[in-house]
Structure formats: structure tokens, C-alpha cells
């Protein structure tokens, strides 16, 4: 399966908005909520989009997945040094691609553009509570940085170690 990443266009926001509202409800049969379904609608999507991040995981021209690419993260890491890290956010994936391939694909671009800006991290977080994905991320090569209250979150940061080109 060749997967392809590209920057989303105006015209991606309700694509986008789908599949994270997809990924939401999926969690939510799971008694694993994530994201409130109106912080998903297109509206607020295309506004992210417009600020350039949002990229799409491709499958054969199929859009297969979500990643939102943010250079600053205030709210989640107040901490850190301006300029030193990228952060994602928001990785989602059509029920059909799941198993890993998709997100690590998404995951793996979000490491090469980091490393292409000069940053030295890659960081996310996600809700404490969710250890299958705690793993997830930290198969990929995350390492936990801390966790930190967040109202109404209680999220694990983790970070990833740009190694140097």
C-alpha cells in the first residue's frame, strides 16, 4: 500500500471534518471519548486548513487518514522553547485503514518535516487515560515527557528526539 502525505485544500474541509467525526464516534462506542463533535464541524475545520495545518494521508488517491502539523502549541506545552518543536495533533484514521500503517506513515512525514524545519522535537499529547494509544506512540519511538492538567484534560506528553540528519 503506497502512502502518500499532501497539504489540505479549502476543499478538503469536510473530508477532514468526516474523518475525524468518524474517529470520534468510534471512540465514543469504545466509552473512550475524544473531541467534542462540534469542535470537528468544517467550519471550524477549513479555518485550520486555511492556516495551513492540515495534511491528509493518501492511499492510492484516497484520503486514509488526518494529521494536523502546528509549529507553536501554548496551550498543551507552555514550557517549552519557542522555535524548538513542531507538535501534531488530531491524527485520525478511516476505520477501513486502520492497523497502524496509515498513522505511522503520517507520523513518520511529521518526523521528516520537523527534521526539514530544524527542530529538534516532535511533540504530542494525549488523554492519560488512554494506554493502547500511549503505546502506540511510543512503539513509534515517543518518549514520555510528562503529564500535565489541561481542564477539562488530563494528557500525556510525549515528545520525539529529532535525530540530526
Same mark, same amino acid.
Given at each position: ?37 462540534? *469542535? ?31 509549529? *507553536? ?10 522555535? *524548538? ?73 510525549? *515528545? ?6
Amino acid at each position: 500500500m503506497r502512502i502518500y502525505v499532501e497539504q489540505a485544500t479549502a476543499t478538503d474541509a469536510k473530508t477532514v471534518s468526516d474523518i475525524l467525526l468518524e474517529a470520534a464516534a468510534w471512540l465514543r462506542q469504545r466509552n473512550l471519548p475524544m473531541w467534542r463533535d462540534n *469542535e470537528l464541524v468544517p467550519e471550524i475545520i477549513a479555518a485550520d486548513i486555511a492556516d495551513g495545518l492540515f495534511f491528509l494521508g493518501k492511499c492510492n488517491s484516497e484520503v486514509a487518514g488526518v494529521i494536523k502539523f502546528q509549529l *507553536e502549541d501554548r496551550k498543551f506545552w507552555p514550557d517549552v522553547v519557542d522555535g *524548538e518543536s513542531a507538535f501534531v495533533h488530531r491524527l485520525a484514521v478511516r476505520r477501513r485503514f486502520a492497523g497502524g500503517e496509515v498513522s505511522n506513515q503520517l507520523l513518520r512525514w511529521a518526523v521528516h518535516r520537523t527534521r526539514n524545519l530544524k527542530r529538534h522535537f516532535l511533540r504530542l499529547d494525549c488523554e492519560s487515560s488512554r494506554p493502547k494509544l500511549r503505546a502506540f506512540y511510543e512503539r513509534f519511538g515517543f518518549r514520555h515527557h510528562s503529564d500535565l492538567a489541561v481542564p477539562p484534560y488530563f494528557v500525556s506528553r510525549y *515528545e520525539y528526539e529529532i535525530p540530526s540528519a
